[in-house]
Structures are given as C-alpha cells and as structure tokens.
C-alpha cells in the first residue's frame, strides 16, 4: 500500500513513512494510492469477530508492507483492552431504528482514543524498530489532546506538545491534559482560539527550523492517516451489528474537522452499505454551509456548548475534495491555495456527488440543550452536547423508511458538566472511577501569547535531549 498527496507533488510513502509524516511535503494530505474492498459475503463474516479482530481484518491491508500480522494484533489486543466496557464500542437504542454508538468507553472518554490509543502504541513500536526519537505536536479543540497524551504518555522516543485555545475547553477536557505527570509532555494554553492552535500546527511542519537536527515532527491530529484508519473500524462494527450488509443503514456524525466522517465515508467506499452519512455541525457550521450553499470560507468562530465542534476550516475536507475533483492533485493545490485567500466555490459536478453521499444539519445551543433534555426525558438517556447535535440531526434526517440510523455518541457527558447543567436535567453526570479524582490532581500548563515564535521558542527550550 503506497500514499499520495491530495496535492499531488510529494513522493509517494508507505505506512510507516506516512504515520512519521503528518502533512505531506506540498503541503497536502496523505491518502491511500487505493482502497481494500470487500464483498458482501466478507462484511457478513465480520459479525463473528470482537473489536480488536475486526480491527485487525480493516486495517491490516493499509500497514501489511510495514507491521507483521502478529504484531499488528497485538498491538490492537492492547489498544482495545483499555477500554472500560466489553464490547469497547457498545451501541444503545433510543427509539424505533434510532441508535448511539458509544465511542467514549476509552480512557479519555472520547471517541478520539479509539485512533489515539492506537496511534502511540503504533508509534512506539515503529519508533523502537528504528531507534529514532521525535517530537510530536498536536492542537485540541478539547479530546484530542487528552488523547493524545494519554496514548503517547509511554513511549520513551517522545516529546509532545499539545496546544489548547486558553479557556476555551471544558474544565474536565483540561484537567484529563494537565495533570498526567512525565517530563515529556507539554500542555500550551494559546491566547487565542482553536483555529489559531491548528494553524500552528500546520505552519510548524511547514517551517521546522526551530528543530533539534536529530528530530522529525509527528501529527496527532487527524491530518495524521493513521487516526482515520482507525476511524473506519467502528462503522463496519455498528453496521453487522444491525444486520449489514443485509441492509443499509444511516450515520449521523458530530463533526467539526471532517476526520470522523470521513472515515465513514471511507467505509463505504470500501464496500460497506451505508445509505447516508448525515454531517452534524454546531452554529460553526462551516460544513453545514458547504452542502446548502457551496461556499467553503471561514467566518468568526462562535463560542459554543459544544467545544470540540468550535472550528472554522476543517482540515479533513481537502481529503474529500480530492476524491471529488477526481484525484487531480494539481486542482485540488489551486483550490486550496484560492481558500487561503477567501471564500471558495466547487464544480457543479463536485456539489452534485456531495449532496448525494451527505446531508448536514445545524443546531445551535439552545436546541442542543431542547434535545439533550427530550432524549433524557423520553427514555432517561443521557447525552453530552456533541452526541445531543448528532442525534438531532439523526431526528431531522429524511431517510428511507425502515433505514436505522446510527449516532455516533462522541463524549462522555461528564465531560460537558456545565451543557448538561443548561439542559436542566434533573441528574448530574458522574465521571468513571478511574476520573474520580480528577479535579484533586495538580496541573502543569504554560499559558502562552498567540505568537508562533513564542510556541516554537518554548518548544526548542523543552525538547529533551
């Protein structure tokens, strides 16, 4: 298996060359030269397997030139036997064909140390093999940074630093970053908002003088293929769990970068019967506009209830794009360059495969706080407001009758004390054991101003040796 570049002028890599990567060398994405397909008879089998099997039976085509098979599944038996419930992604119905599928059981409570978890142990092991050491660098609108740490906090070759938008992350998301201990990890709380972190991010592998000469960076964010690798695993399990590939089912997806979506994308195209991907987008609906209006630009970022949907230019769309212009990399690099200088508009012929692979919907607080308190009200179920925006756009969904549809529950709703408060719920949700103590642990963060120079200085200042 090779990757590409959706901009079409880096050297094709391979898996461990492309999990060491992050952004390619011209500035795009990597994506893989082609896809596994499987048959209908194959997708019906993996109705036998456990998370960490079928995990193994998705992901072996897009490493096998790089991880034996073995070491593959052991890697996978260790990332999902973190997890706190058996089934690692346990699915809930709420009504008639109306489902969430739990994705926050993990150690973070979030959907994001399904790759996360996997993605440390991955880098570990390619890491070890190679006697190399890097630095990672990472920006959160809130989970990924937990996530992040918690799934790289073992790993000796590592520094990482993971930058935050100061205040603007739930009180647990950042107390889950700034107390786990260990002199390589660096929590950055940026005087600005998510998208200021995330452009740091890209223009520090743009630029990596401020670098040791003996170390490359790594993303962890979901520019990184391995996270939306991961991704693709939890459709195909919802999905034989209800009974594909014997019939179609729907999926509602809580999105603000596109990276989760995109995975669900993925799964279909790798054969799974998925009747609609539904994008679910808080009042920063970028995507939302993408699909009713055609424009894709940015615009002032709301603060909202639901923070790791607080974004304004999603990364993970450039990946599609590139499917839509028919893999043609140079239009895809002067597309993206226009964006950099405005709004931007697609063919009608790439607007007419969107709109018939997606749908979106946007909810703004007060209706997500309406649906959170509806859904505890008519079966005492209890959503974060992530989750909430998600099944209420599963709600407003136009589908076939007799198509389930399934949302992806992306947080624990403890995570989100002060949303579930404005909801007026009549409980209060509890952190896990393991989380009990959270708010007693001492923190360790350096506030810094919106400057790339501050970051990169205090980053070459840390790195150990």
């Not at 991010?201 to 630029?207: E, I, P, R």
């Not at 790798?270 to 987008?281: D, K, N, S």
């Not at 699909?291 to 615009?299: E, F």
Request: glycine residues 6%; proline residues 5%; charged residues 20%.
């Amino acid at each position: 298996m090779k990757y590409i570049s959706t901009r079409g002028e880096a050297p094709a890599l391979n898996f461990e060359d492309v999990l060491l990567t992050g952004l390619a060398s011209d500035g795009g994405l990597y994506v893989p030269e082609t896809l596994p397909q499987f048959s209908a008879a194959e997708i019906a089998e993996m109705a036998e397997l456990d998370y960490a099997q079928l995990a193994h039976r998705i992901i072996t085509p897009f490493v096998e030139d790089c991880i034996p098979a073995a070491d593959l599944q052991a890697i996978l038996e260790d990332t999902y036997a973190q997890f706190r419930h058996g089934a690692v992604a346990p699915m809930v119905q709420l009504a008639n064909n109306q489902w969430v599928l739990e994705l926050f059981h993990g150690p973070t409570l979030a959907f994001k140390d399904f790759a996360l978890q996997l993605l440390g142990r991955l880098l570990d092991y390619v890491l070890e093999r190679r006697h190399q050491k890097v630095v990672i660098m990472g920006a959160t609108s809130g989970d990924t940074g937990s996530a992040a740490i918690e799934g790289c906090k073992r790993c000796n070759n590592i520094d990482i630093f993971i930058l935050h938008p100061h205040e603007r992350v739930s009180d647990v998301q950042r107390k889950q970053m700034t107390t786990v201990v260990g002199d390589n990890i660096h929590n950055l709380a940026v005087q600005g908002n998510f998208d200021d972190c995330q452009a740091m991010v890209k223009a520090s592998f743009n630029d990596k003088s401020f670098l040791p000469a003996d170390r490359s960076l790594v993303a962890v964010n979901s520019i990184n293929w391995a996270r939306i690798m991961a991704q693709i695993v939890y459709y195909f399990y919802a999905a034989v769990a209800l009974g594909s590939p014997g019939r179609k089912l729907a999926f509602s997806v809580p999105t603000g970068n596109f990276g989760d979506i995109f995975a669900g994308y993925l799964a279909k195209q790798m054969g799974l019967p998925v009747e609609r991907l539904i994008i679910a987008t808080n009042s920063n609906d970028v995507l939302h506009r993408v699909l009713t209006t055609g424009s894709y630009g940015r615009q002032s970022l709301q603060h909202t209830l639901s923070p790791s949907m607080d974004i304004s230019v999603s990364s993970n769309f450039e990946r599609l794009l590139f499917d839509l212009y028919g893999r043609d990399g140079a239009a895809i690099k002067d597309l993206m360059s226009r964006f950099e200088q405005g709004d931007i508009s697609f063919s009608e012929t790439a607007m007419a495969q969107l709109s018939g692979l997606f749908s979106s919907h946007c909810v703004d607080d007060a209706e997500t706080c309406a649906q959170m308190a509806a859904t505890w009200n008519s079966c005492e179920y209890m959503l974060d407001p992530h989750s909430a925006i998600g099944v209420n756009a599963a709600l407003a969904a136009r589908l076939p009758a007799g198509v389930p549809v399934v949302t992806l529950a992306t947080a624990h709703p403890a995570k989100f004390p002060a949303a579930v408060k404005a909801a007026g719920l009549d409980a209060e949700p509890v952190l896990p054991h393991h989380l009990r103590d959270l708010f007693d642990r001492p923190e360790r963060c350096e506030v810094l101003p919106n400057e790339l120079a501050a970051v990169h200085a205090f980053m070459a200042d840390n790195i150990n040796a």
